[in-house]
Antibody, heavy 119, light 110 residues
Framework: EVQLVESGGGLVQPGGSLRLSCAAS????????MSWVRQVPGKGLEWVAN????????FYVDSVKGRFTISRDNAKNALYLQMNTLRAEDTAVYSC????????????WGQGTLVTVSS | QSVLTQPPSVSAAPGQKVTISCSGS????????VSWYQQLPGTAPKLLIY???WRPSGIPDRFSGSKSGTSATLGITGLQTGDEADYYC???????????FGGGTKLTVL
């Protein structure tokens, strides 16, 4: 069974940092693009970042460029999102998703981890 | 403001058909694939349609997708109360080099 389990969320002050992790299992991790998508509770979906199979290509939404870094460790079947200089508007549930072929096709999604940026 | 435009809500009776529209531009829907997602209350989104009109295994053929120009449509036939959910369209935007979603459409099965 394909599983994606996020961790690392929590409460952080504005300007702070947080590193999210996504543990993947049940599929050959190295053969898939991976993504992060976020959702403010009660609001819509926002794509955050994509990374290709070997980590050599990365794409970000404009609002996080220069502050967030997506990465992966194929030996550990793990996806990461390093988030720096966090702002209140980054508060959301962050989910990782498998992205066959890259792009906007996400299947499946993890359950997400809540990041709250507040003083 | 979402890059892709969806109606905030749609409704229909059980057993009926409903369509949800998704409008974009040449930089996204017009030249890239569209995916559709269903998000039931309190759950993670689920892929319903990819590459404009393909269903992943396990998705019933009551769900269909189409695309014409810079717009896409999700169709759901034989509506069930269990279809009540939020539905999102998504596409890649070549100008932004970014993924974009619609604002979501809440489906109510009356």
């Amino acid at each position: 069974e394909v599983q994606l389990v996020e961790s690392g969320g929590g409460l952080v002050q504005p300007g702070g940092s947080l590193r999210l992790s996504c543990a993947a299992s049940g599929f050959t991790f190295t053969t898939y693009w991976m993504s992060w998508v976020r959702q403010v509770p009660g609001k819509g979906l926002e794509w955050v970042a994509n990374i290709n199979k070997d980590g050599s290509e990365k794409f970000y939404v404009d609002s996080v460029k220069g502050r967030f870094t997506i990465s992966r460790d194929n030996a550990k079947n793990a996806l990461y999102l390093q988030m720096n200089t966090l702002r209140a508007e980054d508060t959301a549930v962050y989910s990782c998703a498998r992205a066959p072929g890259g792009g906007i096709r996400f299947d499946p999604w993890g359950q997400g981890t809540l990041v709250t940026v507040s003083s | 403001q979402s890059v892709l435009t969806q109606p905030p809500s749609v409704s229909a009776a059980p057993g009926q058909k409903v369509t949800i529209s998704c409008s974009g531009s040449s930089s996204n829907i017009g030249n890239n694939y569209v995916s559709w997602y269903q998000q039931l209350p309190g759950t993670a989104p689920k892929l319903l349609i990819y590459d404009n009109n393909w269903r992943p295994s396990g998705i019933p053929d009551r769900f269909s997708g189409s695309k014409s120009g810079t717009s896409a449509t999700l169709g759901i036939t034989g509506l069930q109360t269990g279809d009540e959910a939020d539905y999102y369209c998504g596409s890649w935007d070549s100008s932004l080099s970014a993924g974009v979603f619609g604002g979501g459409t809440k489906l109510t099965v009356l």
